[in-house]
């Protein structure tokens, strides 16, 4: 297919054109997408995702501004995804609460792109790796990945990320939320903003003793990934005017230098390719099945003296014949 091959060649070689295009294929689950990912592949795996998430309004937009502008004055190249999974809105659309962001629109070393549920959650996950991997095999060395709230498909979308931050504020601030949403689990930073708001210290603490005990309880042997030597740190951040927000670069660099030091990075990775493939499979073979289900084989078996029909029996063909297709 020589359009995917050319599609591939301008994204490697970072035109954002195509980048734009090929998120889109990614985004639509365009089967041509899939062409376009093998073909780029063997050019990722060296760019730092950062997975940032929290409730709405909790700043992360104006956090991640922030982060990008530290980012570029190091001159680094930045890709930002950022999922919302109640809108339905799409396409490269800013939402309302991105355009803190959009002061970057100008600068071509870092492109923003929102991505919008569009009614498939499960294909949310996906889309956005994928994503990631364009950015990635685009030349992008930084790339951040926005999501709102804390519910499950959020911390699907997280499995994505190296380093996950997870932004609370004092008013969204009770612990028990945390622990209930498996949050703990997955963030590598915490930040506590809105520092300017009464009970942000207290917040801080409480996490802090959290994130402590959580490390040396059995929950944290069973959780999904194993930390080594890193506790989570908590920062307290006032967005707004850009304060201790170098702090939370400096974290986020301590946390990427630990995970290639350790040989974390290598092994989450492969944990993260584990998972994907497991839902690949499922989704396929769901898909198969689906297929069988409503095809004529399914409608003559359910014939007859329907009393001494054996449901695990007709199962069981069903599953064969979606093996076979
Ligand atoms: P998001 O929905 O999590 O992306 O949050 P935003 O970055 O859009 O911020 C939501 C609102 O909180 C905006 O009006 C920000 O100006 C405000 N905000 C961000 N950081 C701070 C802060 O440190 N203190 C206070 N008081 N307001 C903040």
Redesign the pocket.
Same mark, same amino acid.
């Given at each position: 297919m020589p359009a995917v091959s050319d599609l591939a060649r301008r994204l490697l070689l970072g035109d954002v054109r195509a980048l734009a295009r090929g998120i889109r294929l990614v985004e639509e689950r365009d089967p041509m997408a899939e062409g376009l990912l093998r073909r780029v592949l063997a050019h990722t795996g060296s760019a730092h995702v950062v997975g940032i998430t $929290? &409730? &709405? $309004? @909790? $700043?992360? @937009?104006?956090?991640?501004d922030l982060i990008i502008e530290c980012w570029r004055r190091e001159n680094h190249r930045v890709g930002v995804i950022a999922v919302d999974p109640s809108s339905p809105f799409s396409g490269g659309a800013i939402l309302g609460?991105?355009i803190?962001m959009q002061r970057h629109s100008g600068d071509a070393d870092v492109y923003i792109r929102s991505m919008a549920a569009r009614g498939h959650l499960g294909g949310l996950a996906s889309a956005a790796r994928n994503a990631i991997r364009l950015l990635d095999a685009s030349g992008r060395d930084r790339c951040l990945l926005?999501t %709102?709230g804390v519910g499950q498909s959020e911390l699907e979308v997280m499995q994505t990320a190296d380093t996950t931050i997870v %932004?609370t504020t004092p008013s969204s601030g009770d612990a028990v939320q945390i622990i209930k949403a498996g949050i703990l689990e997955i963030a590598d930073v915490f930040v506590v903003?809105? !520092?300017?708001?009464p009970g942000a210290p207290r917040v801080a603490k409480e996490l802090r003793e959290m994130v402590h005990s959580a490390r040396f309880s059995a929950t944290s042997l069973h959780g999904r990934q194993s930390r080594g030597e890193w506790e989570p740190p908590v920062i307290l951040?006032? !967005? %707004?005017?850009g304060?201790h927000v170098d702090e939370l670069v400096d974290a986020i660099d301590r946390h990427r230098e630990m995970l290639s030091i350790t040989g974390e990075l290598v092994r989450r990775r492969a944990e993260q390719l584990r998972a994907e493939v497991e839902a690949i499979v499922v989704e396929r073979a769901a898909e198969r099945a689906r297929k069988v289900l409503h095809g004529e084989t399914m409608a003559a078996m359910l014939k007859g003296d329907l009393g001494s029909i054996d449901p695990y029996a007709i199962a069981n063909q069903i599953l064969e014949q979606g093996a076979e297709g």
């Open positions: $929290g &409730p &709405p $309004g @909790s $700043g992360k @937009s104006t956090l991640c609460d991105r803190r926005e %709102v %932004v903003n809105k !520092a300017d708001q951040t006032q !967005a %707004v005017i304060d």
